[in-house]
């Protein structure tokens, strides 16, 4: 089956750096997308990786491994506006999104 | 750009009734829209992708003649709940993607929050 995995939560500490890891067992892969959702908003595109690499876009990037079935989402500089909840996104062979449950970013003063 | 809108934000309606959520691509030809619904505290689930003049493609376990789509233009969907029940209360989200085929971005409305009393 198809399984994406990450943190159900997580606390860091405002002007501190957090490391977000998704994990992903699909059928095929064409894609990873990271996506932030605040409470009862839509989520909102935060990057899209496909080759295995770090992706950097200020003070958020993200990291893909294809052969490890691994990605992670690095915030740097937290900001109390950065607590939200951070989905992983996998498209599959048939293009289809399969998305993580998500986790919930708490960040204390 | 990529701006898709949803109406209305919230609606609260009577068991047995029926509600129309439209969703809308502002600057760019949706081809394919993807609806969600997603109780608290979990991810989003994919209800049904539509694409512009076909039939909508649901999602094991959502009932079609509950949950109707229609994806009449390149810039509108909509999904309408038939004969609501408390258990339908969720907040459902639209996304809009460019192209069909291959996979683009999906651009995301901001929700619309359903409450059936």
Same mark, same amino acid.
């Given at each position: 089956?198809?399984?994406?995995?990450?943190?159900?939560?997580?606390?860091?500490?405002?002007?501190a +750096?957090?490391?977000i890891?998704?994990t992903y067992?699909t059928s095929?892969?064409?894609?990873?997308?990271?996506?932030q959702?605040?409470?009862?908003?839509a989520?909102t *595109?935060l990057?899209?990786?496909?080759l295995?690499?770090?992706e950097?876009k200020?003070?958020?990037?993200? *990291?893909?491994?294809?052969?490890?079935?691994?990605?992670?989402l690095?915030?740097?500089e937290l900001q109390?506006?950065?607590s939200a909840?951070?989905l992983?996104?996998?498209?599959d062979s048939?293009?289809?999104l +399969?998305?993580?449950a998500?986790?919930?970013?708490i960040?204390?003063p | 750009g990529?701006?898709?809108s949803?109406?209305?934000s919230r609606?609260?309606?009577?068991?047995g009734?029926?509600?129309?959520?439209?969703?809308r691509?502002?600057?760019f030809?949706?081809t394919?829209? *993807?609806w969600?619904?997603q109780?608290p505290?979990?991810s989003l689930m994919l209800?049904?992708t539509?694409?512009?003049?076909?039939?909508?493609t649901?999602?094991?376990?959502?009932?079609?003649d509950?949950?109707?789509?229609?994806h009449?233009?390149?810039?509108?969907?909509?999904?309408?709940?038939?004969s609501?029940?408390p258990e339908?209360?969720? *907040?459902y +989200?639209c996304?809009?993607s460019?192209?069909a085929?291959?996979?683009?971005e999906?651009?995301?409305g901001?929700?619309?929050?359903?409450t059936?009393?």
């Open positions: 089956g198809q399984n994406i995995d990450q943190p159900t939560e997580m606390t860091a500490t405002e002007g +750096i957090v490391q890891n998704c067992q095929g892969f064409n894609g990873l997308f990271w996506y959702q605040h409470a009862g908003e989520p *595109f990057s899209y990786n496909v295995d690499g770090l950097e200020g003070r958020f990037s993200s *990291f893909l491994s294809r052969s490890k079935g691994y990605s992670y690095l915030l740097k109390m506006k950065d909840s951070y992983c996104a996998c498209v048939n293009y289809q +399969i998305w993580g998500g986790t919930k970013l960040i204390k | 990529a701006v898709v949803q109406h209305p609606v609260i309606c009577k068991s009734t029926s509600v129309k959520i439209e969703c691509s502002l600057d030809q949706a394919t829209m *993807f969600y619904r109780f505290k979990q209800m049904a539509s694409n512009e003049g076909s039939k909508a649901y999602e094991q376990g959502v009932e079609k509950k949950f109707l789509i229609n009449a233009s390149l810039t509108l969907s909509t999904l309408t709940v038939t609501a029940h339908d209360s969720s *907040f +989200i996304s809009a460019p192209q085929g291959g996979y683009n999906q651009f995301f901001p929700g619309t929050r359903l059936v009393l």
